[in-house]
C-alpha cells in the first residue's frame, strides 16, 4: 500500500488535476485508516469535478465513521442527488440518516430499499442495525439472519447479531455465535474482535488480550484492536507509566 500511495501521489505532483490520481490516494489511506487525510482526498476530487459521487460516497462514509453526522449527511445528499438510483449510494444514505438519529426518514429510505433490493444482504443488514436503533430487538434479529442467509460471510450481520444477543443479556449465545464463525474462518478480524469484546464483558481480559493481539496481527490498519487493546492492557496493569497516563486523559 506504501508504495502504490508513493505512486499516486507522484502521479498528482505529475498532473496535480488528476482526478482518478487523488481518488487513488483517497482509497489508500482509508486503508491506512487515515481517515482525516483520505476525506481532503476525496474533497480534492469533488473541487476538480462536482458530480464525482463515488467520492461524495466516500466522503459520506468516512464522516460518519469518525463521528461527523451533519458533514456525512451533506455528503451524502449530494450523493443521492447525483446518483438517485443507485443503491450503493442509498445505503450510504441511509447509513447516515441513522448515524445522524433522523430514524424516521432512515425508515422511510430502508422500505423502498427493501422493496427494490430484497435479496441485497447489505440492505437486510442495514434494516437490522435500524431496528436494532429503535430499540426493536425482534425486527433486528430478523433481518440480520436474513442478511446471514444470503450472505454466511456477513461482517455486519454477525455482528448485529452479536448486538443483539448482548444487548439482551444472553453472552453466552453470542460467545456461541462468534465461536461458531471463528471454527469457519479463524482470523478473521471481525468475528475475533467481537470475541474480544464478550471476553471483556466475562472480564477475561487476558483471553481478550490474545485475539486482539491476533486481530493486529491479521490486520496492522485496524484501529479498534489497538483502542481495545490498550484498554485491556489497563485493566491488568499492563500498560508502562506514560501510555497509562495518556489512556487515562482520553477516557
Not at 427494490?116 to 436494532?132: D, E, H, N, R, Y
Not at 461458531?180 to 475475533?192: E, F, M, Q, V
Amino acid at each position: 500500500i506504501d508504495e502504490a500511495l508513493r505512486q499516486a501521489r507522484e502521479a498528482i505532483v505529475a498532473d496535480s488535476r488528476s482526478v482518478d490520481a487523488h481518488y487513488v490516494v483517497g482509497t489508500l489511506l482509508t486503508q491506512l485508516n487515515e481517515i482525516g487525510e483520505a476525506i481532503n482526498s476525496f474533497k480534492e476530487v469533488i473541487r476538480l469535478n462536482p458530480r464525482a459521487v463515488a467520492a461524495q460516497t466516500q466522503v459520506a462514509r468516512l464522516e460518519l465513521l469518525r463521528g461527523e453526522r451533519s458533514a456525512s449527511m451533506s455528503a451524502a445528499q449530494d450523493a443521492v442527488a447525483g446518483a438517485p438510483n443507485d443503491p450503493v449510494v442509498r445505503l450510504v444514505a441511509a447509513r447516515s440518516m441513522i448515524g445522524a438519529g433522523k430514524l424516521a426518514e432512515a425508515e422511510s429510505e430502508m422500505t423502498k430499499l427493501l422493496a427494490a433490493f430484497p435479496a441485497s444482504p447489505a440492505v437486510q443488514a442495514q434494516a437490522g442495525t435500524l431496528s436494532l436503533f429503535k430499540g426493536d430487538l425482534r425486527s433486528a434479529r430478523r433481518y440480520f439472519s436474513r442478511a446471514m442467509e444470503l450472505d454466511p460471510g456477513s461482517a455486519e450481520a454477525l455482528s448485529g447479531l452479536v448486538a443483539a444477543d448482548m444487548k439482551e443479556g444472553k453472552v453466552a449465545d453470542a460467545a456461541a455465535r462468534v465461536e461458531k464463525r471463528l471454527t469457519i474462518t479463524p482470523d478473521n478480524p471481525t468475528a475475533l474482535t467481537l470475541a474480544a469484546m464478550i471476553d471483556i464483558a466475562r472480564r477475561e481480559n487476558s483471553r481478550a488480550e490474545v485475539r486482539l493481539r491476533r486481530v493486529i496481527e491479521v490486520d496492522p490498519t485496524n484501529v479498534r484492536a489497538y483502542g481495545m487493546l490498550a484498554q485491556v492492557l489497563f485493566a491488568q496493569n499492563k500498560l508502562d507509566p506514560a501510555a497509562k497516563e495518556q489512556l487515562q486523559k482520553q477516557m
